[in-house]
């Protein structure tokens, strides 16, 4: 999942984006309104975590663009404000649920699953594929039942490629989800997260097949 976090405060951001990325999401951090609106202009997120006071107005204006996305993610308000109407305010502007500082990662994960139950935005039932089952709510891969034990960016190209079992996944679909802003991918190191996937697979025996789209992109079924 590749969230965008709107966050002046810079250590609550960076402790924010840390303790997310622990947890296999791509986290893209902007300061301010006017690098979110770029922001969501540039890049397909799956959620966006929308703090309400930044140095350029109040997060709730950046609602209307976010809903004029031709697939609109669910957005989190987050808020030092405990005033109950503005937390209306804020819900009956577009947020889809709100979150008051301080707050425990538990609860935020918490409320990111229920988001995206919501909006039937990312499987939360367990995926099944030959012998491997993946469980997209804890981010668990297992194969005959036993953990495997995966980097977080593996674990993130295997749930992708997963939801779309037995069809072809673009190589750019997938780049857009594993790689953030902030991150500077080379040509092959899509290749090389794959490579390891796949070998991990190989050796586990999950009997789960990669196959490779040469310029196109990749595809996962049994075998």
Known sequence: M????????????????????????????????????????EAEFRAVL?????????????LPAIR???????????TARALIAERVEG?????????????????????????SRRRGNGAVEPLALGALRFDPAHREASVHGQPL???????????LLLRRA???????AIEAALFGFDDAPLSNTL?????????????????VVIHALRGVGYLVKAG
Not at 20 to 36: E, H, M, S
Not at 91 to 115: H, Q
Not at 166 to 172: A, E, N, S
């Open 50 to 62: 929308l703090d309400r006071r930044l140095p350029d107005g109040d997060g709730v204006t950046l």
């Open 149 to 159: 034990h995966l980097p977080r960016r593996e674990l993130a190209l295997l749930d």
């Open 91 to 115: 819900l009956d502007a577009g947020a889809d649920d709100y979150l008051a500082k301080p707050f425990e990662i538990d609860e935020l994960l918490a409320r990111l699953r229920a988001v």
């Open 191 to 207: 290749d090389a997260h794959v490579s390891r996937l796949r070998r991990r697979l190989m050796e586990s025996e999950a009997g």
């Open 166 to 172: 037995g069809r072809v996944v673009q190589r750019d």
């Open 2 to 41: 590749r969230i965008l976090l709107v966050e002046d405060e810079t250590e609550l951001a960076v402790a924010l984006r840390a303790a997310l990325t622990r947890r296999g999401f791509v986290v893209d951090w902007v300061p301010d309104l006017d690098q979110a609106r770029a922001a969501i202009q």
């Open 68 to 78: 004029a996305l031709p697939d609109p993610p669910p957005v989190i308000l987050l």
